[in-house]
């Protein structure tokens, strides 16, 4: 079995695995894009153009992007831990971490940007419902307008590949630093911890 045969049956056989990370990256990227298109958005200079509105969306931007850096790698952390016990018996056959962490970077790769292409559709879509928010709250007398913005989609581009790459980074850490028993061990603790959080304790 090749490497690209691997890919396509750890896809088919992690869809189980997949939902909360990819839900969490469409809603990401949703979120992000329809309201970085506010700072672009020629219906919404009246808006911006005041102290308040200008704050606002700087500081809403800046604060959103924090909150989805720390929600996607939470959410990859919880998704690597389920599949520790796949990776160890990755090395029990005798696979390098090199090899598995490349497997894995193309997986999420193709999760990654497959999604992020969902979310920016979705984001356009409700952009207009998010400016007729930002006018209710303003103050603003304008009509709300839906426009593509190539800047506010160059920005979302940006900051979720940054997001990726420190996604790939602790990836790469968490499996550079797992010993085989180690890895075993990871994914019960994990979910004991993932019901306590939801349930609590019985």
């Known amino acids: ?96 971490k090199g090899r598995i962490f490349r497997i894995l970077s193309i997986e999420n790769f193709i999760l990654y940007f497959s999604s992020m292409l969902i979310g920016i559709l979705l984001g356009f879509s409700v952009s207009k419902l998010i400016v007729m928010i930002v006018f209710k709250i303003t103050g603003v007398e304008a009509v709300a307008t839906l426009s593509f913005s190539q800047e506010a989609l160059i920005q979302t581009i940006l900051v979720f590949l940054g997001i990726y790459l420190l996604i790939m980074l602790t990836n790469y850490l968490f499996i550079k630093k797992q010993s085989i028993l180690a890895l075993f061990q990871v994914r019960s603790s994990t979910e004991v911890k993932v019901n306590v959080c939801l349930f609590g304790r019985s």
């Open 1 to 96: 079995m090749n490497i690209n045969q691997l890919i396509i049956r750890n896809l088919k056989k992690n869809l189980s695995n997949y939902y909360l990370y990819v839900f969490a990256l469409i809603f990401s990227v949703t979120i992000y894009f329809a309201f970085v298109t506010l700072q672009y958005d020629p219906s919404m200079d009246p808006a911006t153009g005041t102290i308040k509105g200008q704050a606002g969306v700087k500081a809403g931007s800046v604060v959103l992007i924090a909150i989805v850096g720390i929600f996607l790698i939470y959410a990859n952390n919880l998704f690597i831990k389920r599949r520790s016990n796949e990776i160890g018996l990755f090395q029990l056959i005798g696979m390098t």
